[in-house]
């Protein structure tokens, strides 16, 4: 496994747990962003193995665009 696809799965494991998190106060768009992208995430997810492909995208190398878009809206990191 390269230390980008590992880097790339820690990002991805970072977005599942932030999407299921929700805090006092939190705005309604963001829950709602974070639901949708956790949807995505859920649905785009990696299958198993060093090289792993898209679950969602019939065999597509993973991450596809979908996924690395959900990482980007759930993780307050690149907001």
Same mark, same amino acid.
């Given at each position: 496994?390269?230390?980008? $696809? +590992?880097?790339? $799965?820690?990002?991805?494991? !970072?977005? /599942?747990?932030?999407? &299921?998190? *929700?805090?006092?106060?939190?705005? %309604?768009?963001? !829950? *709602? @962003? !974070? @639901?949708?992208?956790?949807?995505? $995430?859920?649905? +785009?997810?990696? %299958? &198993?193995?060093?090289?792993?492909?898209?679950?969602?995208?019939?065999?597509?190398?993973?991450?596809?665009? =979908?996924?690395? &878009?959900? =990482?980007?809206? /759930?993780?307050?990191?690149? &907001?």
């Amino acid at each position: 496994m390269t230390d980008k $696809l +590992h880097e790339q $799965l820690a990002d991805y494991a !970072r977005a /599942v747990g932030l999407a &299921n998190e *929700t805090y006092p106060r939190m705005p %309604s768009d963001e !829950r *709602t @962003v !974070r @639901v949708a992208a956790g949807k995505q $995430l859920a649905e +785009h997810a990696p %299958s &198993n193995g060093t090289d792993p492909t898209c679950t969602g995208c019939d065999g597509e190398p993973w991450p596809c665009a =979908i996924a690395e &878009n959900a =990482i980007k809206y /759930v993780d307050p990191r690149y &907001n």
